[in-house]
């Protein structure tokens, strides 16, 4: 399997939109690989994954063809994963496929089925995905698992267990395991570390490709939903230690926020054991 890397930053981008701190004043001379668009990735030029508000600027620099996009999986409703607005232009008028072509379907949680609501239709569809609930997708063996993301402040919704602690979620935010002829992605954000469930479901599994949430880069922070260097480190030896990963296993840190960020060659010395992502890196298991 091939996974594209077609964006690798957080929300605000990097350098973020409208921010002059260090980093952000480097990443603007240096460029190259200091440039991280907002998230997204492609797994084998079929399965799109998120659709933020990067997803043009993907297209065009990689050479992509969205037409010929049929399904795209929604970890969650987060601007910088899902922009309804550029989907909007899968319409007829501004876009001209194939007669019978089939919609594109979005795959998600409840929150992405509402919002869908008013543009759902003969081009764009939505399947309800839950945690460990497996489907078939295009021929792939698609698993939906539980995200420690969206914390909620009001409301005691979509229950997920956290470092031996019940927390609660706005919305049912989901990380990805995608299968196929033997071999296993697992394209885990945004999220913090894994709830006991996910890793009682990956324990034994030997994975091929683990793509981990680095949002925090360098820093050490407490608040929960992301994770930074340390964290990612720390869930590598966790996965090996439960037979999730073994020494085949791939390991990318992505999905960086501009206030964690140190240049890529920094950061890699930060992360051993990982391979750093960057915008528009391939890696094939
Ligand atoms: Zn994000
Ligand atoms: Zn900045
Ligand atoms: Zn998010």
Partial sequence: MKLQYLGTAAAEGAPALFCDCDFCQFARKARGREIRTRSGAL???TIKIDFGPDSYKHELDNGLNYAKIHSVLITHTHVDHLDLDELAFRRPVYAHLPENDPPMTLYGNEKLGEKLAGVRSDWIAFRRVKPFETIDVEGYAVTPLE???CLSRDGALWPVVFEGKTVYRSEEALFYLIG???KNVLYAHDTDEFTPADMEFLAGRGLDLVSLDCTNGRLDVTYIGHMGATEDRRMREALLQNGAA??????VANHFSHNGLLPYDELQALLP????SYDGMTVEV
């Fill in 246 to 251: 073994d020494a085949h296993t791939v390991f």
């Fill in 273 to 276: 054991g990982f391979t750093v």
């Fill in 180 to 182: 196929k002829d033997g």
């Fill in 43 to 45: 797994l084998d030029g």
């Fill in 147 to 149: 995200a420690v993301h």
